[in-house]
Structures are given as structure tokens and as C-alpha cells.
């Protein structure tokens, strides 16, 4: 049942509840990258992980598989990071690959690489009079970024992107965080990612406990399908987030600090070793 992610427990209240629901089994931990471990960025490229962040994604990744899902590429996020102990699940889920011991490697849409290349040369001309427009091309998707774009103009750059991706039904539009999204129109997303990989890495059994934690809308996808299973951790990062939002997420914490110290208590929670 979704609820208002205003309406969410506090993560960091209810550690004994928390601790009931790990404890004995085996955990698989997915996490967004910008706004759950990096503060979200006003230009893509300037997003960081702080060092006390990337210290505990690793200690965790020592006891459990931890996979970074995340609408950026692929490539980026995994140089972002800079763990090679990780899954990295890119362009929303539609570009996985597995650390160097375990080579895992899935990819979809990339049949559509060449239209959504010449989507982004359509837009290009059609936004280049609109300053602080940013495009970031990944593996099989484009993001529009409109954060740097005045109040005024950021009606004619959703305009634009909607008229052209009229011409190309074959694609989709999501909404993110100041960003536009456009991916193939496949039945695929982040919550596709996440049971692609529990299933392939043999986490889909009943003594495991996949944990997602994420911030944007595009991660609804994966608190819904860990929703019977998992525990979904929404970041409410309130100037960010429309506070009459509805979320399958179990618990929520406030920032990129807190999901450290979440992090911290799973790490050092007695979960069996995977």
C-alpha cells in the first residue's frame, strides 16, 4: 500500500524493528546514487561521494552484495563511486554489469541508441537559445536537465521535449528531479534492474532481505517490487520532494548524512554473510 512519503517512519527511530526484520538473514543492498549518496548537484558533473560514504558502502559490500542503480551511465557512476567490489545497474537499470569476480552483464534498448541520438540533436537545435539547458547522453537514454534554467523558460524546454518525442513513439518520457528522462518505451526500469540481478546472483530466496534506499521518483519502481520481501528507504529530502507524494517505501530518512548512518547499522547488524 503506498502512503504519503511525509507520512513514512523515521529509519533512525526504529532501529529494534529494523534489527528484527535483518537479523539471521541475508541482506542485498541497492542504492540510487545522486540525492541518496551524494547530495544532489546543481550541474551532474559536480556531484561527489564524500569519503566517509564511500568507507561504508565498502564495508558493506564486504558482508553483502550491494549493487549503485542509478539513471546515470553506467561508466560515470562507477568512476563517481570508485568501488570495484560493486553491481552497477546505469541508465536507469538498462545497463548492468557486475564487479570483476563475479561478470555479470545485462543491457537493454540499446537497439534504440541511434534514435534517442538524434532525439538529443533535435533538441540541441530547439533549446539553443534557452541557457542552462544540459543534456547528458547514457546507454540506451538521454537526460534533459532544467535546474539552471530560469522559472520562465523552463515551460519551453518541456514544450520542446514534448513535441519532439511525438515524432518518436517508440520512446517514453519520465519525470525526475528537474530532469527530463528519455528511454526506450520497453517494459524495463530500476525495479526490473534490481529482481534481474536477485534473481541472477540467487537473492531471490526467502532468507534474503534486498534493501533499496533512493530518492526519485524512477526509484518508486524498485520500493514496489521489494515491497513484499525488502525494505524500502525513501531519502525526504523535503526541498526536493513534492510533500503529497505517495511512495511504496517502508521508512524514511533525511539526507545523504543519514544514509550513512543507515548504512553504519546495516554493516554492523548480525546479518548471515552472502
Known sequence: ?????????????????????????????????????SPVADRPDEA????????????????????????RDRADVHRRVGLDTLFYAGSHGFDIAGPTDQPVRHQEGTEFNAEIEAVEGKLRTA?????????????????????????????????????????????????????????????????????????TLGLDGPDVVPVYIGDDITDEDAFAVIKSSGIGFFVNSREETDPGRATAADYAVEDPAEVGLLLRFLAERPHRRS
Not at 527511530?13 to 528484527?20: F, G, Q
Not at 561527489?48 to 550491494?66: G, H, N, Q, T, Y
Open 1 to 37: 500500500m503506498s502512503r504519503s512519503v511525509n507520512d513514512l517512519p523515521y529509519a533512525l527511530a526504529h532501529h529494534e524493528e529494523l534489527a528484527a526484520r535483518i537479523d539471521g538473514k541475508r541482506l542485498a543492498v541497492f542504492l540510487d546514487f545522486d540525492g541518496t549518496l
Open 48 to 71: 561527489v561521494i564524500s569519503k566517509s560514504m564511500r568507507d561504508v558502502v565498502s564495508a558493506l559490500s564486504e558482508s553483502c552484495p550491494v549493487a549503485i542503480v542509478s539513471g
Open 127 to 199: 533549446l539553443e537559445a534557452v541557457e542552462g539547458v544540459l543534456f547528458e547522453p547514457k546507454t540506451a537514454s538521454l537526460s534533459v536537465h532544467y535546474r539552471l534554467v530560469r522559472p520562465a523558460d523552463r515551460v519551453t524546454v518541456e514544450d520542446a521535449v514534448r513535441r519532439i518525442l511525438d515524432d518518436h513513439p517508440g520512446l517514453r518520457l519520465l519525470l525526475g528531479k528537474m530532469i527530463f528522462e528519455i528511454q526506450p518505451g520497453l517494459d524495463w526500469n530500476k525495479g526490473s534492474a534490481v529482481l534481474w540481478l536477485l534473481d
